[in-house]
């Protein structure tokens, strides 16, 4: 799974009490949150002093996880967060590939001189760490904390604390087991992970079933008012605007889980979620089967992921980002024509 040497010099690195801050992604989603999460607690055992960092606040259906209020939040305390980076000694970069997915976290991050560590499962990391467990075919980052702890002959250490924060993880990136889960692999680790005291139909509820009603609304409308289906293409779009949001109380993971309903059609292998946000859009792709939504954003929308779920941003208004997408994917026409079978 890791490079032996990798996992020798992060012994070394570990081997007196340290100053430790990990870092997750911007939008944090489950997977960020969980491993750093999960990190945190494996740490503090091993007596390290240990300070989780996040870009901007993360969705409120996250904040059950045990020790979930210890990150500092960049957007509303910078000078807490530089406090804690200029202290640290080593810092752990959990589910991103580069610095620059920390949004405008990133400069501080860039500036860090201590050893930098990655654990991360998207393609092509850049060269900006010291130490790198990076894997793409696993569930999600979550699990390569795992493999990480146990690579560290600590699997001894994993409790209910870290059991919780690993499979929220897996179940977030996994869409509760819809894609990226076809690992043996992945379903080894979740059972210990329950033998180890996970409520798994609890945790579904907690992270899915805590819906407002805004939120609930503002899905019910997305679907009837702003679903355009481009048949043509495989393709379906919902996009919302900053006064649709307004009007449905838009808070931080409103919209998480929304693109994802654009593909539950038959014949659609693309979906793409438009929302104006901070005078840009921000692009979430999913797709079905071969068509990569990497290659789709990284190429055309200043962004990138995996092969079937990826995001980017867009700064030409939601008109023209809806027929830039529309003529781009003109080129992928072929390419997005395909009915999965058996
Ligand atoms: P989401 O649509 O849920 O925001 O993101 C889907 C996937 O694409 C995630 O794995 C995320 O890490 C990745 N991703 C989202 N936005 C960006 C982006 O702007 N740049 C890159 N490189 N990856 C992104
Ligand atoms: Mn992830």
């Not at 810092?91 to 991050?109: E, I, K, V």
């Not at 838009?250 to 979620?273: C, F, H, K, P």
Request: a negative charge; glycine letters at 6%; charged letters at 25%.
């Amino acid at each position: 799974m890791f490079d032996s040497h990798e996992i020798e010099a992060v012994k070394q690195l570990l081997t007196n009490p340290r100053k430790v801050v990990l870092a997750s992604h911007k939008n944090p989603d489950g997977d960020t949150i969980g491993a750093a999460l999960a990190m945190m607690h494996y740490l503090r055992q091993k007596g390290h002093e240990v300070i989780p960092l996040v870009p901007n606040d993360y969705p409120a259906y996250y904040r059950w996880l045990p020790g979930a209020e210890d990150f500092i939040v960049f957007d509303r305390d910078v000078k807490k967060l530089r406090a804690a980076l200029a202290d640290a000694e080593v810092l752990f970069c959990l589910d991103f590939n580069s610095l620059d997915r920390t949004g405008n976290m990133a400069p501080d991050l860039e500036k860090f001189s201590g050893k930098k560590v990655v654990i991360d499962h998207h393609l092509e990391p850049s060269d900006e760490f010291d130490h790198y467990f990076s894997v793409t075919d696993v569930s999600s980052a979550g699990e390569l904390v795992y493999e990480f702890i146990v690579a560290m002959d600590d699997a001894d250490r994993i409790d209910k604390n870290i059991a919780l924060a690993l499979y929220t993880c897996i179940m977030t990136d996994t869409g509760s087991f819809s894609y990226n889960c076809n690992h043996p692999r992945t379903y080894h680790i979740v059972a210990d992970l329950i033998e180890r005291g996970v409520d798994a139909a609890l945790v579904h509820k907690l992270v899915y079933d805590t819906f407002t009603e805004n939120r609930l609304r503002l899905l019910g409308y997305a679907l009837s008012n702003r679903l355009l289906v481009w048949k043509d293409l495989h393709t379906a779009v919902i996009y919302l605007t900053k006064e649709d949001l307004k009007r449905y109380d838009y808070q931080v993971g409103d919209t998480e889980g929304l693109v994802n309903y654009g593909l539950s059609m038959q014949d659609i292998n693309l979906a793409v979620l438009l929302t104006e946000k901070d005078n840009q859009i921000r692009m979430s792709f999913r797709s079905k089967g071969d068509f990569s939504v990497n290659r789709l954003a990284r190429d055309f929308f200043a962004g990138g992921g995996h092969k079937n779920a990826s995001g980017g941003t867009s700064r030409i208004g939601m008109q023209n980002t809806l027929d830039k997408l529309k003529e781009v994917l003109q080129y992928f026409k072929d390419e997005l024509d395909y009915t999965l079978t058996l």
